[in-house]
């Protein structure tokens, strides 16, 4: 049974260096996805402003929706499409930023938000292809 998912919570691309640079302990969570342990947005930007690097937040929100009452199943099938979506950008990290039980005459459905997130030691974000590199040398 998968774990559960709250608001706030930050998911990292599983990375030994990151692990490893900043002290950041994540469970495993979806394939080499998992989702930092015991800290939120602002805790996980101090342990990396710490370190002298930096955790960009990206404006741009995706949103995913399903229909049913939230579940832990159905928030990580619905976190594994916002992924697929935002995958192409290379970005190492994402933060969830909603979870939202909603009904539409009578009919439960739930929306997903999140915001992709990358950590980098550059003050300037990189250009997707320099992501993608980066992340390659990571591996």
Request: with cysteine; proline share 4%; glycine share 6%.
């Given at each position: 049974?998968?774990?559960?998912?709250?608001?706030?919570?930050?998911?990292?691309?599983?990375s030994?260096?990151?692990?490893k640079?900043?002290?950041?302990?994540?469970?495993?969570?979806?394939?080499d996805?998992?989702?930092?342990?015991?800290?939120?947005?602002?805790?996980?930007?101090?342990?990396?402003?710490?370190?002298?690097?930096?955790?960009?937040?990206?404006?741009?929100?995706?949103?995913?929706?399903?229909?049913?009452?939230?579940?832990?199943?159905?928030?990580?099938?619905?976190?594994?499409?916002?992924?697929?979506?935002?995958?192409?950008?290379?970005?190492?990290?994402?933060?969830?930023?909603?979870?939202?039980?909603?009904?539409?005459?009578?009919?439960?459905?739930?929306?997903?938000?999140?915001?992709?997130?990358?950590?980098?030691?550059?003050?300037c974000?990189?250009?997707?292809?320099?992501?993608?590199?980066?992340?390659?040398?990571?591996?």
């Open positions: 049974m998968p774990q559960s998912v709250q608001v706030g919570a930050i998911l990292i691309e599983n030994p260096l990151m692990a640079l900043f002290g950041l302990e994540s469970r495993p969570y979806l394939n996805w998992g989702v930092v342990e015991s800290l939120d947005g602002f805790g996980v930007d101090r342990k990396i402003r710490a370190a002298r690097w930096n955790f960009f937040f990206m404006a741009a929100e995706v949103k995913v929706m399903f229909f049913g009452a939230p579940q832990a199943q159905k928030i990580q099938n619905a976190l594994k499409r916002i992924l697929a979506k935002v995958r192409p950008q290379n970005f190492n990290s994402l933060e969830v930023t909603g979870i939202v039980a909603k009904s539409f005459f009578g009919i439960p459905y739930a929306v997903v938000s999140a915001h992709s997130r990358h950590i980098q030691e550059s003050c974000l990189d250009g997707e292809e320099a992501r993608r590199v980066s992340q390659r040398d990571a591996e």
